[in-house]
């Protein structure tokens, strides 16, 4: 007669404590976070584009989050992305009629990424953008930059960080407007083309 062993557990797979992290592809993706402007609405646009390392490859595992105004450059004071209803707890996410400006979105398996929000207003002195945070892989700290849309080229021109930069460290900055009417902007961690980043005090 053949026993079984069950004084101890048998193999079971790798625990996160017990593998090299961060995994910020747990917990804190939530469904829909790319659609930061309600479904539907018609002034919507598309931002998206690739994360990549110093050698240009795809990151598949990073997150990005992304902040912007609304298209008159106010600061959005409504209930976040992640409401949860009162009597069982469960996750209900937007409620797909305010705008709230932040989105988070991981890259998928070939390093992409997306978001659908409402076309950012000027603030100040600054040209319209998207604030953006990225965690990846291999950073001990994430990183901040900003998305600005072509467009408005004076407002581009008379922006205070923008001015600061040469011609091609700004180009980093800028993205592409694509014949979909979608925008293109990839994030290049280090090496050549590498995203202008920001530090905070």
Not at 28 to 50: N, R, S, W
Not at 74 to 102: I, Q
Not at 151 to 169: K, N, S, V
Request: include cysteine; proline fraction near 10%; charged fraction near 20%.
């Amino acid at each position: 007669m053949t026993r079984t062993d069950t004084s101890g557990p048998g193999p079971v797979p790798p625990t996160p404590s017990q593998t090299v992290g961060p995994f910020y592809g747990h917990a804190l993706p939530f469904p829909g976070g790319e659609d930061i402007a309600p479904l539907g609405h018609p002034d919507t646009i598309t931002v998206h584009g690739y994360v990549l390392d110093g050698e240009g490859r795809p990151l598949p595992d990073a997150l990005l989050e992304v902040w912007g105004p609304a298209p008159d450059g106010t600061l959005p004071s409504v209930d976040g992305s992640m409401r949860r209803d009162p009597a069982s707890g469960g996750f209900l996410g937007r409620n797909g009629v305010e705008f709230t400006g932040f989105g988070r979105v991981p890259t998928d398996a070939d390093g992409h990424w997306y978001v659908r929000t409402l076309r950012p207003g000027a603030r100040g002195q600054n040209a319209p953008h998207l604030s953006v945070c990225v965690f990846a892989r291999g950073l001990l700290v994430h990183l901040f930059t900003r998305i600005y849309l072509p467009g408005d080229e004076d407002a581009l021109a008379a922006d205070p960080l923008l001015a600061r930069l040469d011609e091609e460290r700004r180009g980093t900055l800028i993205a592409a407007r694509e014949d979909s009417g979608a925008y293109r902007f990839d994030i290049r961690l280090q090496g050549e083309g590498e995203t202008v980043f920001l530090e905070f005090r």
